[in-house]
């Protein structure tokens, strides 16, 4: 789906509000709006004429309510066909995914998506296809050996002084890539046992001093069970920084309340990995939940999957990655799509990543430029790919080649 001119005006509008000059209007001063003139939750024009003809009897409270939105979740192909026209390639996938990865969309997201072609990037993300259904010889259930590294239950021990903390396996929406459809949208909930064996696990480990918090979609948990998370993982001694990894800005942005925001703000240095895969996934609502999150003192950093027909390529990359400086998200990894079962219509070679990568550094700003990685089929973690800019190099000098292809020379000696 491409941005309209209307959600574009609105963009912008958006921009404006929140105190950023405008880029037609050189030297401006900036239209500054005391913080409680800021709308708490937005809902654009799209969201209201989408409500208004699926759920005529719904108030905007309850549209913004994020606990109304999971209930109305689309889960079945007959919600899905009221909405919006399924090809026979969805219809197949749909009715075939017994024992996999879940079909899970929010209204908000719904709302995106519903007039869209069959191969808009949005509708791609969270609508399966028949090729789902494909398993190549390379895939792997769980191609990163996550079971392997895994000391207790829903800790991953891979890196050393770090720990992923997979806290639940519910997501708001259900992304067709996920690393971790083997496990995400199942019912094996954690236990309260099983929570304080994880803890137990970081508090014997003295050399973690990073937990980052992941699932499925930790916000996807009520404010009172994030806060004992965090407030027992923060009270471990050595742990310095808590991150968590969450796809709900772009799918679920009416979760940032004011009152997870207030929660989120006593376990700080707190970082969020925020999970993007195309510019259209940043509506106003989507921006003004970042806002939030950034005027809540939030580190933000985005993750990106590199997908075929979805996002890989230089502008749209580029766009994307400029939307998301413009509301305080860093561009933190670009993801080589893992193997998982399923993922073949989805991933392009290596060398289109670097190809991206290449058409971005010197570019645009280096704020602008992820790290492409691949994350090492078998669990050998995440390996940094660049560009060849090194040319020759040896004791007494090293060749390279800038951005523009001229060669520079540096001493060694
Ligand atoms: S939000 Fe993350 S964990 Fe959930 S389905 Fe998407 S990629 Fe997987």
């Known amino acids: 789906m491409s941005t309209n001119n209307s959600e574009a005006t609105t963009l912008h509008a958006e921009s404006r509000l929140v105190g950023c000059s405008s880029d037609e209007e050189p030297g401006a001063k900036p239209l500054v709006f005391s913080q409680n003139e800021i709308p708490n939750q937005l809902v654009s024009p799209r969201s209201i004429e989408f409500m208004r003809r699926y759920f005529p009897l719904t108030t905007t409270e309850s549209w913004n309510d994020w606990k109304w939105q999971l209930r109305n979740a689309y889960t079945g192909i007959e919600d899905l066909r009221k909405i919006m026209k399924l090809s026979d390639k969805e219809v197949m996938a749909i009715n075939n995914l017994k024992g996999r990865l879940p ?7 719904a709302s995106l998506i519903y007039k869209s072609k069959y191969s808009d990037p949005l509708r791609r993300n969270v609508v399966p296809v028949v090729e789902e259904l494909l398993q190549h010889n390379t895939e792997q259930p769980d191609p990163l ?22 806290v639940t396996q519910v997501c708001s929406s259900y992304c067709r890539y996920c690393t971790r459809s083997h496990s995400v949208g199942r019912l094996d909930k954690l236990g309260r046992q099983d929570f304080e064996k994880a803890f137990a696990y970081i508090e014997s480990h003295k050399e973690v001093r990073d937990v980052l918090i992941s699932g499925g979609d930790p916000l996807t948990l009520s404010d009172e069970t994030l806060d004992f998370i965090l407030s027992r993982i ?9 991150r968590i990894g969450t796809r709900v800005p772009v799918v679920l942005p009416q979760r940032i309340t004011d009152n997870l925001i207030g929660i989120l703000r006593k376990y700080h240095p707190l970082f969020l990995s925020l999970h993007f895969s195309h510019p259209d996934e940043i509506t106003t609502e989507c921006i003004n939940a970042c806002n939030k999150l950034a005027d809540g003192g939030f580190p933000l950093g985005s993750q990106t999957v590199l997908l075929k027909g979805i996002n890989d390529n230089i502008p749209v990359m580029k766009d ?7 509301m305080r998200v860093r561009p933190y990894y670009l993801y080589q799509c893992d193997l998982i079962p399923g993922s073949g219509h989805f991933r392009t070679t290596v060398k289109k ?61």
């Open 234 to 242: 923060r009270a471990i001694e050595h742990v310095e920084m808590i």
């Open 103 to 109: 079909l899970r969309i929010t209204p908000y997201f």
């Open 320 to 326: 994307l990655m400029h939307r998301l400086l413009r």
């Open 145 to 166: 050996h996550e079971q392997s590294f895994s000391p207790v239950r829903g800790i991953v021990h891979r890196y050393p002084d770090r720990v992923l903390f997979t």
């Open 353 to 413: 990543g670097l190809e991206i990568i290449k058409g971005l550094r010197g570019y645009t700003s280096g704020y602008a430029v992820p790290t492409f990685v691949v994350d090492a089929p078998g669990g050998g973690g995440k390996i940094p790919l660049l560009p060849d800019y090194v040319v020759e190099h040896d004791d007494d000098r090293i060749v390279l080649r800038n951005y523009k292809g001229e060669l520079c020379e540096y001493p060694e000696k």
